[in-house]
């Protein structure tokens, strides 16, 4: 394998553990988790494997730690965008809208690889599992704070935020594989959580978002499920 020279220049051990982590992710979002290996990370930033090995000496670690960062940078994201929400419900309704829009179909197939993936791997397993937990958390404040604000009306709304991020995942799957229509899929998400927020019908949207433009189909994303 040839390498670029600028590339494989010595670098501190901090700058170089940084760069095959950017790789790592870089790999996983253009093409899933299946494909981050040894050769890939080296191929992509021009070095060994032996030396990527020398920082990574395991694969299943870095499929792990690089999931957990994806996720993590999701959630950061998803916060920005609901900040300037002056409202419980604005930001309820803008969560819905951007965890089920195109622009989320990445870090989607991201999930369904770790979901899968996670059977025969140990280390991503937990990782997984402590994501959709940072999740659960993430979206049970928005629930609680609406519920503290007179805004939602729920006995239980730790257990509402587990039901509709259930109920996103499974859409989201289905619309990995162009099934469904986005829109319409928003509109359900919108109709289970005005339900069980005591929220009226429509307050969250449109149940079938009447009246908005079509979006384009998301772009093919790269999953690679494991052959039983």
């Not at 992509?44 to 670690?61: C, E, F, K, N």
């Not at 870095?62 to 929400?85: D, H, K, N, R």
């Amino acid at each position: 394998m040839s390498t670029d020279p600028s590339a494989s220049r010595r670098k501190a051990p901090i700058e170089r553990a940084a760069e095959i982590a950017r790789a790592a992710r870089e790999i996983a979002l253009d093409e899933g988790l299946s494909a981050l290996t040894l050769r890939a990370v080296a191929s992509r930033i021009g070095v060994t494997p032996a030396l990527v090995s020398h920082y990574q000496p395991s694969m299943d670690s870095l499929v792990a730690s690089t999931f957990g960062a994806i996720v993590a940078a999701e959630i950061g994201e998803v916060a920005e965008e609901l900040a300037p929400c002056e409202t419980s419900v604005a930001a309820l309704q803008t969560l819905i809208d951007t965890l089920l829009g195109p622009a989320r179909s990445t870090v989607t197939a991201v999930w369904l690889d770790a979901w899968s993936l996670g059977r025969r791997h140990p280390a991503l397993a937990v990782e997984v599992g402590v994501q959709m937990d940072a999740w659960q958390a993430f979206l049970a404040v928005l629930l609680n704070t609406g519920c503290a604000r007179g805004e939602f009306r729920a006995i239980d709304p730790d257990a509402v935020a587990w039901q509709l991020l259930a109920i996103i995942d499974g859409l989201n799957a289905h619309a990995i594989v162009r099934y469904g229509h986005a829109q319409r899929l928003r509109g359900l998400v919108r109709t289970v959580a005005e339900h069980e927020l005591g929220l009226r019908s429509g307050a969250l949207g449109p149940g079938d978002d009447s009246g908005r433009r079509p979006e384009p189909d998301p772009p093919p994303a790269s999953i690679t499920v494991p052959v039983c």
